[in-house]
């Protein structure tokens, strides 16, 4: 059974680009979760989709969005990017109103903006 | 505003001895509380929860303690291993489950276990 997987592993764009990172949940889950480690501090909650739909946000910009597919699938899109975008972003599933102890974190994707 | 703390950016310890990883939060509506485990290139893993109701959860070598009226939680890791070394993070949550607002993370804490 795997896990939540992220891809790609590793990119690096440049300022102003755009970028798409994709997860795929752990068998099972609905819900996706988005989070950004930037070096040296906690993941940042950026979104939560369920039911193909934004649920809830944490305190990030407009240029940050998602979406979620029929197979629970996401995405996770950054427009314009900045060198401050450069970070570990990391996708977590659950099942929708599973205790948090339920919810499992990729590996993520190391984002490098240049 | 960080809302929840981890004053220590780094901690050894000796192989056998007692971990005891320390958390502060300032935010009164949080009511349930983990603790991570990370490793280099992978996602954080959960390692044990709290809720607010109790002040101690135990589960094998890890404990968590909760102090509510102090915002105070700490891990205890009885006796540490080679395999502890990781970072580990504190996250806090209003409500047990469900994901609303996501959790709100802490900066970690980087164990290292000498032998």
């Known amino acids: 059974d795997a896990g939540v997987t992220q891809s790609p592993t590793h990119l690096i764009k440049t300022r102003g680009q755009q970028v798409t990172l994709r997860c795929s949940p752990k068998s099972g889950h609905d819900t996706v979760s988005w989070y950004q480690q930037a070096l040296g501090q906690g993941p940042q909650f950026i979104f939560q989709?369920?039911?193909?739909?934004?649920?809830q946000r944490g305190n990030f910009p407009d240029r940050f969005s998602g979406h979620q597919f029929p197979n629970y699938s996401s995405e996770l899109n950054v427009n314009a990017l900045l060198l401050g975008d450069s970070a570990l972003y990391l996708c977590?599933?659950?099942?929708?109103?599973?205790?948090?102890?339920?919810?499992?974190f990729g590996p993520g994707t190391r984002l490098t903006v240049t | 505003d960080q809302q929840v703390k981890q004053n220590s950016p780094s901690l050894s310890v000796q192989e056998g001895r007692i971990s005891i990883l320390n958390c502060d939060y300032t935010n009164s509506m949080f009511d349930y509380f983990l603790w991570y485990k990370k490793y280099p290139a992978e996602g954080p893993t959960f390692l044990i929860s709290?809720?607010?109701?109790?002040d101690k959860n135990e589960d094998g070598r890890f404990t968590v303690f909760l102090n509510k009226s102090a915002k105070h939680l700490s891990l205890h890791i009885v006796p540490s291993q080679p395999g502890d070394s990781a970072v580990y993070f504190c996250?806090?949550?209003?409500?047990?489950?469900?994901?609303?607002?996501?959790?709100?993370f802490g900066k970690g804490t980087h164990l290292i276990i000498q032998p």
């Open positions: 709290i809720s607010s109701i109790k």
């Open positions: 989709y369920y039911e193909e739909e934004e649920r």
């Open positions: 996250a806090a949550s209003p409500y047990s489950g469900g994901g609303a607002d996501g959790l709100t």
């Open positions: 977590a599933s659950s099942l929708k109103g599973a205790l948090w102890d339920e919810q499992y």
